[in-house]
């Protein structure tokens, strides 16, 4: 009796152990530590070779609050952040503080809070933007709060949050998640599937939405085309996106001709993405991708 309290004692130990290292969140320090930033315990992290100026993308999750980080490399980062225009938020601030330039945009409505806030240093631009389901949500504050240079708070939350265990990190140290490199390195393999094509031009009302998620997947390399073959032309698709990282069932919306349609069917395919999960589990979803004109110039929409 007594060898199995013991035994029921050490595993409640352990779990509680576990548990509170995975709730442990990272805080990175960005260009020896000129500023850092604490993140989310869940993180995935993009870091492959990209077309552009970015340099790697980061997810991170935690209950009911989710940050994405993308960090991109610029000749004059400052000059550019001042002259960047955002428009639409409810509320904005700027900062100097040594060697950051720092921008805040806020959006808030029917307790849905979001975010915007741009840090520009010597070498590059850092952009975070997040959500929470209530603008009161503790792990909302703890971000802003953790956004700190020369051991100052950039953008003081309204409500102090206690000093908390993290784990650190170093930007020069980040790396790829695993199932994110499986996934860019993943060859499509319906690439020659059928597809319907539905001649329309009000598209969304023919939508539906067909099931509910607890995390939306995650677009690694969105859909690119050539611009030459439907220049003009506007094409929507729905897109399946299987579990196992494949592409399933493609619905075109569009009065476009068959070869525009074509190759953004054959691009949107080719998307690079790690699955939908409810649950825990990998599961099946939708997504929506616009080209309008000319790709590049369309937008993605999650169904969830």
Known sequence: MKLNKIILLITMLTAMTCFAQETKWTRIEFEKTVFSAALPPEMIVDAEKFEGT??????SFSEGFKVNLVVYKYDRPK???KNLRVGGSSESDQIEIGDIYARKFLYSK???YSAQIFIATKKALHYFSFTSNETDNINLTRFLNSLKTQGKIIFPAEKPSPEEAENTLIDTQIKSSPEVVTAINRVPNNLKGNYEVDRVTRVMSKIEKPN???KAPIILR???G???KIKGQSVTVRIQLLANGDTGEVAVFSDAD???IFEVVQAVRSMKFLPAKLKGKNVDSYYVVLFNGIVGDGSSTIIN
Request: aromatic share 16%; no cysteine.
């Open 226 to 228: 050539r611009g030459d």
């Open 110 to 112: 029917d307790g849905y």
């Open 258 to 260: 068959d070869k525009a």
């Open 79 to 81: 000059e550019y952040l």
């Open 222 to 224: 969105e859909a690119r």
């Open 212 to 214: 509910i998620l607890t």
């Open 54 to 59: 970015r340099m790697y993308k980061i997810w």
